[in-house]
């Protein structure tokens, strides 16, 4: 009988970072930012002294929450009517 591998409940912060995409000290700098400092919050994370954790559910779920890009943003100009 072989046992099924089992997903990991929680991700290091270089693991978090590949399941995302992003670089490791990304994820660093977003923990970093309280809430007086604009721009991106990052997922959730969880930590005692050195360790931090972030879920799988907390990551899904911070995925969920960020904006589509804007239409009409970045989008090459339409041939036909550039002239």
């Known amino acids: 009988m072989t046992k099924s591998p089992q997903t990991p409940r929680g991700f290091k912060t270089s693991e978090a970072a590949r399941y995302l995409g992003v ?44 904006d589509e890009r804007p239409k009409g943003k970045s989008q090459p100009p339409n041939r036909a009517t550039a002239a």
């Open 23 to 66: 670089s490791p000290s990304w994820l660093r700098k977003l923990r970093m930012r309280g809430p007086d400092d604009p721009g991106t919050l990052g997922p959730k994370w969880r930590g005692r002294g050195d360790l931090i954790i972030y879920t799988r559910e907390d990551l899904d779920a911070w995925i969920d929450s960020l």
